[in-house]
């Protein structure tokens, strides 16, 4: 089975720290993905990596950075932390090909930023 | 991208067939139906995709319409644990980073 896992499941921050949420997967997955989403908004995509050291901007990627070192790490990195980026992030991955790829979520991690 | 439509929410009853509706009347001929579902407080758990013909697995099966601008996911004996909010979805191009876009979805209540 597929595994995305996400370094916290709840954590709470302050305003203006620099944030840092993991994302490992342990199916050699070309692709990985941050998204986050919000009551009323859906899934919005921040940033995805189709290969190490290779990042894309997705629809959202303002106040956010990503490190992708190793093929089976993604990170994302807020860099000042603020209240409007309370929310629930969502990692996941897939293979490359074409049309048919599967996206495995992790499970998440509630960020809360005081 | 192909929009798709669903309604807000769905009532089914514990052991019967729930039957969850998608329009994607705009989808174009490379574009594929995924589902997905979001049981609350966890990540989206893939169910099943499908490009014409309908599809079955272990947890549902799709039904595609021949002009492709709707389908059906059908979980045949629902549970309570199915109750989750499901999302239907067209795969954009390769070419925009495989991403996922999520609209709404629709929320099933399975009660007992």
């Known amino acids: 089975d597929v595994k995305v896992t996400q370094s916290s499941r709840y954590l709470v921050k302050r305003t203006g720290e620099k944030v840092f949420l993991e994302c490992v997967q342990d199916?050699?997955?070309?692709?990985m993905f941050w998204y986050r989403q919000d009551p009323g908004l859906g899934l919005r995509l921040i940033y995805f990596?189709?290969?190490?050291?290779?990042?894309e901007k997705g629809d959202i990627p303002e106040g956010y950075s990503v490190s992708r070192e190793k093929k089976e790490r993604f990170s994302l990195i807020l860099e000042s932390a603020s209240t409007n980026q309370t929310s629930m992030y969502l990692c996941?991955?897939?293979?490359?090909?074409?049309?048919?790829?599967?996206?495995?979520f992790g499970p998440g991690t509630r960020l809360l930023v005081l | 991208d192909a929009k798709t439509t669903q309604p807000t929410s769905m009532d089914c009853a514990e052991g019967r067939a729930a039957n969850l509706p998608c329009n994607h009347s705009?989808?174009?001929?490379?574009?594929?139906v995924y589902w997905y579902r979001q049981i609350h407080s966890q990540g989206p758990q893939y169910i099943i995709h499908?490009?014409?013909n309908n599809e079955t697995n272990e947890m549902a099966s799709l039904i595609i319409t021949e002009d492709r601008k709707s389908s059906t996911l059908i979980l045949p004996h629902a549970t309570l644990r199915d109750t989750a909010v499901y999302y239907c979805?067209?795969?954009?191009?390769?070419?925009?980073?495989?991403?996922?876009?999520f609209g709404g979805g629709t929320r099933l209540m399975v009660k007992p």
């Open positions: 996941a991955s897939s293979l490359i090909g074409q049309g048919q790829e599967t996206q495995y």
């Open positions: 199916m050699d997955h070309e692709n």
């Open positions: 990596s189709y290969d190490v050291k290779m990042k």
């Open positions: 705009t989808i174009s001929g490379n574009e594929y």
């Open positions: 499908g490009l014409k």
């Open positions: 979805i067209v795969r954009v191009a390769p070419d925009a980073g495989n991403m996922l876009t």
